[in-house]
T-cell receptor, first 114, second 113 residues
Framework: NAGVTQTPKFQVLKTGQSMTLQCAQD?????MYWYRQDPGMGLRLIYY???????DKGEVPNGYNVSRLNKREFSLRLESAAPSQTSVYFC?????????????FGPGTRLTVL | LAKTTQPISMDSYEGQEVNITCSHN???????ITWYQQFPSQGPRFIIQ???TKVTNEVASLFIPADRKSSTLSLPRVSLSDTAVYYC??????????????FGSGTQLTVLP
């Protein structure tokens, strides 16, 4: 049981390049999340998926798109990377979207945009 | 949107009990208080959750008074490995399937030998 996995672990992009961050979970969870964490800051929600086939914007969705490919996988795409998107990106999942969710986090992807 | 406020940092010594207080003056009726722990270069990890009064598990205790405007995470007999950032969240759901999850800046706990 690997939990939540993310690829890649590290990535360096040039301004304007695009890339997709991959996330997968093997816990049969319904809900999945993408966060970003800037140095010395807390996590901010980018996008959220309550269940397969649904996605919703979080606090900071601009510049990102997501795809809930199936129940296991939730990808985050940067269409035209900007230096302001340099951050650590965490994917998480939870069994349901109820109030008492426990979120399980992946190890993160460290992205640098030059 | 229930905002939480925590101290930026705290220091403690090994073997001491540590109490981290979180303020959440605008907490909604159905919000639960949840604490996460984050080590450097790792994603956050769930510690404990509660609605009112006291909750205890093998890792920590959570005290929430009747007015629910604050909560206290208590870590008994901390060790060096408890050095981490601790986040207090007020879980909230908006209408439909959207949800605003707010991790503040957290409290950096440093345990000294």
């Amino acid at each position: 049981n690997a939990g939540v996995t993310q690829t890649p672990k590290f990535q360096v992009l040039k301004t304007g390049q695009s890339m997709t961050l991959q996330c997968a979970q093997d816990m049969n969870h319904n809900s999945m999340y993408w966060y970003r964490q800037d140095p010395g800051m807390g996590l901010r929600l980018i996008y959220y998926s309550a269940s397969e086939g649904t996605t919703d914007k979080g606090e900071v969705p601009n510049g990102y798109n997501v795809s809930r490919l199936n129940k296991r996988e939730f990808s985050l795409r940067l269409e035209s990377a900007a230096p302001s998107q340099t951050s650590v990106y965490f994917c998480a999942s939870s069994l349901t979207s109820g109030y008492t969710d426990t979120q399980y986090f992946g190890p993160g992807t460290r992205l640098t945009v030059l | 949107l229930a905002k939480t406020t925590q101290p930026i940092s705290m220091d403690s010594y090994e073997g001491q009990e540590v109490n981290i207080t979180c303020s959440h003056n605008n907490i909604a009726t159905n919000d639960y208080i949840t604490w996460y722990q984050q080590f450097p270069s790792q994603g956050p990890r769930f510690i404990i959750q509660g609605y009112k009064t006291k909750v205890t598990n093998e890792v920590a205790s959570l005290f929430i008074p009747a007015d629910r405007k604050s909560s206290t995470l208590s870590l008994p007999r901390v060790s060096l490995s408890d050095t981490a950032v601790y986040y207090c969240l007020a879980l909230q759901a908006s209408s439909g399937s959207a949800r605003q999850l707010t991790f503040g800046s957290g409290t950096q706990l440093t345990v000294l030998p």
